[in-house]
């Protein structure tokens, strides 16, 4: 269960990883406790790596937004004086 967990959140599969979390929140932990500690330890290593994940997005997100808002920032400006055609005359 853990292993697919975290493949869907490697490969950005969100609501996989949605249906994946729903299904180990409706199951009972293990009640050995060498077993619950594997169990907390991969619960750990998910939550970490989709932090990880999500940040990553988000840092994507962000150089979208720096890109359209210098594009824009362009378009706005009017058109560039093309200073070679200045020059000739």
């Known amino acids: 269960m853990f ?13 996989r990883a949605s249906r994946l979390v729903d299904v180990l929140a409706a199951t ?20 970490i ?3 990880a994940s999500r940040s990553h997005l988000t840092l994507k997100l962000n150089r979208i937004r720096a890109a ?13 004086q093309n200073f070679a055609d200045s020059a000739e005359s």
Request: hydrophobic letters at 40%; zero cysteines; proline letters at 6%.
């Open 68 to 80: 359209a808002k210098f594009l824009a920032a362009g378009k706005s400006a009017g058109p560039r």
């Open 28 to 47: 009972a932990p293990p009640s050995d406790l060498e077993q619950l500690r594997d169990y907390l330890e991969n619960l750990r290593e998910a939550l």
């Open 3 to 15: 292993s697919s967990l975290l493949e869907a959140i490697h490969q950005g599969d969100w609501q």
């Open 49 to 51: 790596a989709a932090r």
